[in-house]
DNA sequence: CGCATTTGACCAGCGC
DNA sequence: GCGCTGGTCAAATGCG
């Protein structure tokens, strides 16, 4: 919150604009309802996208899935999750958002983060968690779509 | 004074 | 049926 760019606060986590003007450096990012896709054992190509830093991988989905969830996963809420190389948890996407949780979660040493947006009638959460293996990395999901601008 | 944060407890769902 | 994990809520406290 101090050491932050002038950075264009995104609408919404489900624009290619979202990925381009993400203010921090994205490691890995994720457009799934499913961390293990992620994993290293898995076949990760399909669904994780490489940014890296600077290469503004945009690829956005509107996670269109089958409810009986056959081959897609069903997804009700659209669930983006981010993987993003910085020291503070909580970055600053231009949304005010109240903490509501803390979780130690068994797969990570490290405590995971229930968020919500404080904007009456925007019901949009988000869950923040250091990586397990990256330390220096967080995981921040996102969960729903905000209606309402920036407060920024 | 208002709002955000914190921590513990409670509840629900799933697996064994 | 029991235990475990994850997720959410609610009351209290601190800070701006």
Redesign the pocket.
Known sequence: MTDNNPRPPPDTPDSDDFCNQWPFELSEYLQLDDFESFSPENNVSNQVHLSGSGGSGSYFEGSSNNPSGRENRQVVRDRVAFKTISEIE?LDDGY?????????????PNP?????C?VDGCSV?K?VERDKDDPRCVITTY?GSHTHPSSS
């Not at 005010?96 to 990570?108: D, I, L, P």
């Not at 995971?112 to 919500?116: A, K, L, V």
């Open positions: 909580v005010r958002w109240r903490k509501y949780g803390k979780k130690m979660v068994k797969n990570n995971r983060n229930y968020y919500r404080s959460k869950r969960e």
